[in-house]
């Protein structure tokens, strides 16, 4: 069928950097790899950090829950691999520092889990209607689902229906819109009927009306390939396209909402309170094999990319595997790496420490040389703000960053607050364009944790 690439919806501001996709756009999700080891973080989402239902030597079956807690914002956790519990112990954690995992060993017999992932399963003899709503919900909280696209917010308490905001429109977020990162894109061309059984329930447990799929429009392939699935599966007219004209970030839910629906989210609300519902194409088809198959959410797809790496590629990987076994897989390092990233270059975090392991929310592992930092940025060279105003044109969220940055400068947490420095999302867009080399979102970021140190040293 006939499917219309061009990107007709954006938004204010936003930049355009290079997006680097061409190193792995046309690398197959690789199965086979599997760790020896698996840390399996017990704080891996917004919300109540899990407690553990393990002890050390305690032997664990691939798909058991681990790892718990009863509170309502909350996900558990569970063994991606079949082995025996080495201990529970501090591991590197990239927002933490460090944080509680439980150490898997592995079983030297067990083999690498490859997912159901086409049309035999999630086809045409799929049928949302044999489940009910309880029992969509169910499975995704025992499941342990969380948002993939980088927020972790539990996808049990997300998709539930809430008399109070009653959801109207069911947006997917297929845009992938940091450069570098194809995970994303990768699923929806190799995943397609497995994200779309996994709209299709998540639209029946929120009530939805109405459902768009949003993808960038330099993804032509991934447009094309979901389009002919709805067709193939007669859902014309009950799912959309909607082609988002590529600039970054398009794939905030906030820019996301504005392109496609016009609206806006309210500073500091969140999307159901305008009736939009937003879950990452990842998402979706962790939903599906929850529902479907039953299975936990253990694995997932990880782009292992950038200049400093030898063969980048993508990757099913067990959650709980080092950053280091995944680099050591895709050839390893240059001799020009510099920067190990987790994320993208934009709002992805530098680590120092490659025995970090990847967690639910982890869709990539980025390594940049000295040349993709620039020599200026390398360096650590800032200039004086020129006044030029590029961070405000850049804003995707309208605000003055420079303003809330010389604010957290100069220690005026008061005034920070007041220049709307919680309605930052901290894509790093005035940062790349600051001619002066000013970590701008750098200072938005201590600046908003300042704030909450401070209101916690308040409430005590």
Not at 50 to 68: A, R
Not at 86 to 103: D, F, T, Y
Not at 286 to 306: C, D, F, M, Q, S
Request: glycine share 10%; with cysteine; proline share 5%.
């Amino acid at each position: 069928m006939k499917t219309d690439r061009k990107g007709s919806f954006t938004f204010p501001g936003g930049v355009h950097p290079s997006d680097k996709k061409n190193l792995t756009a046309d690398s197959k999700i690789q199965y086979g790899f599997t760790g020896k080891e698996s840390a399996i973080m017990l704080c891996q989402h917004i919300g109540a950090v899990c407690q553990p239902l393990v002890s050390k030597s305690d032997e664990v079956e691939e798909g058991q829950k681990i790892g718990e807690n009863e509170a309502f914002v909350s996900a558990p956790v569970h063994c991606p691999i079949k082995g025996k519990v080495k201990g529970i112990e501090l591991r590197p954690h990239a927002v933490l520092g460090r944080s509680e995992a439980i150490i898997i060993e592995g079983d030297s017999e067990e083999r690498a889990r490859r997912p159901s992932e086409g049309e035999d399963v999630f086809g045409s003899a799929f049928d949302e209607s044999q489940y009910t709503s309880e029992q969509i919900c169910q499975a995704i909280r025992e499941a342990g689902i969380v948002g993939m696209g980088g927020a972790g917010f539990p996808t049990a308490v997300k998709i539930g229906i809430n008399a109070k905001q009653p959801k109207e429109v069911l947006i997917v977020n297929g845009c992938e819109c940091e450069p570098y990162i194809t995970c994303d894109y990768r699923i929806m061309l190799e995943w397609t009927y497995k994200i779309l059984a996994g709209v299709r329930l998540a639209q029946k447990v929120s009530g939805c009306s109405k459902v768009l799929i949003a993808i960038e429009d330099n993804k032509p392939e991934a447009i094309e390939a979901m389009s002919e699935a709805i067709s193939k599966l007669s859902m014309d007219g009950k799912i959309g396209i909607a082609a988002v004209k590529t600039k970054y970030p398009q794939g905030g839910e906030r820019q996301l909402i504005k392109s496609v629906l016009k609206r806006n989210v309210p500073t500091g609300g969140i999307p159901p309170m305008i009736g939009v519902l937003v879950l990452n194409v990842a998402t979706t088809a962790a939903i599906a094999e929850a529902v479907v198959e039953g299975t936990a959410l253990t694995h997932r797809v990880v782009t292992v990319t950038g200049e400093g790496i030898k063969e980048p590629s993508n990757y099913y990987a067990a959650i709980g595997t080092s950053v280091e076994e995944l680099i050591d897989f895709s050839g390893g390092l240059t001799e020009e790496a510099v920067e190990v990233i987790l994320g993208g270059p934009m709002m992805g975090i530098s680590i120092a420490d490659l025995s970090t392991p990847i967690t639910k929310t982890t869709g990539a592992i980025t390594v940049l040389t000295r040349e993709q930092i620039g020599e200026a940025k390398f360096s650590g060279r800032q200039t004086a703000c020129i006044r030029c105003g590029r961070c405000l044109l850049a804003c995707p969220e309208n605000l003055n960053p420079t303003k809330i940055a010389h604010a957290v400068k100069n220690n005026m947490l008061d005034l920070a607050k007041k220049y709307y420095i919680s309605g930052c999302m901290e894509c790093g867009a005035c940062s790349y364009v600051c001619p002066a080399n000013i970590e701008l979102t750098g200072y938005i970021k201590t600046g908003k944790i300042l704030i909450a140190k401070e209101k916690k040293t308040n409430a005590e």
